[in-house]
């Protein structure tokens, strides 16, 4: 799972946020386009399936070892 997309805040953000009734603090990833966005979130993507494949791969390896 990623968290492309969410702000991650530290303790003391999230304690600063729950005072900040402007929602000044909210920030997020931010791209300068739509497609700058897209093309990032693709990436992203991408990147996700292929640590699954390669986690996919040594499970299957280890298995076949076990055998």
């Known amino acids: 799972m990623s968290d492309f997309?969410?702000?991650t805040?530290?303790?003391w953000s999230g304690f600063a946020r729950s005072l900040d009734l402007g929602g000044t603090?909210?920030?997020y990833n931010v791209s300068k386009s739509e497609k700058e966005a897209d093309t990032r979130a693709l990436e992203n993507d991408w990147m996700i399936v292929g640590k699954n494949m390669t986690n996919a791969m040594a499970g299957f390896d280890n298995e076949q070892?076990?055998?």
């Open 9 to 11: 805040p530290d303790f």
């Open 5 to 7: 997309l969410f702000s």
């Open 65 to 67: 070892k076990q055998e």
């Open 25 to 27: 603090f909210d920030s």
